[in-house]
């Protein structure tokens, strides 16, 4: 883990997940907001400041923080 970092990907199976709809990949693929019609919660721990947004099939696509406005995620870290 490189310590100057806020996030080890060992830490990454600890963070709550979402997974996206399609037009909530495009979203996250341009590093737009999220509101909660775009995704449906696989696992929620409101402590954690990272979830990780899924595809379909499980695949890592970004990690987000949580948005301003209520049940928002913002995507920070996009792989894709």
């Known amino acids: ?24 990949l495009t979203r ?4 737009r907001a999220l509101e909660a019609s775009h995704f449906s919660v696989e696992s929620d721990r409101p402590d954690q400041p990272w979830v990780r947004i899924l595809d379909g099939t499980g695949r890592l696509m970004a990690l987000a923080t949580r948005g ?13």
Do not use: I, M, Q, R
Request: hydrophobic residues 30%; aromatic residues 8%.
């Open 1 to 24: 883990c490189d310590w100057s970092s806020d996030v080890c990907s060992s830490d990454l199976p600890g963070f709550p997940s979402v997974v996206v709809t399609d037009e909530g």
């Open 28 to 31: 996250v693929s341009h590093g």
């Open 68 to 80: 301003n406005a209520p049940y928002s995620l913002h995507p920070s870290v996009v792989l894709t």
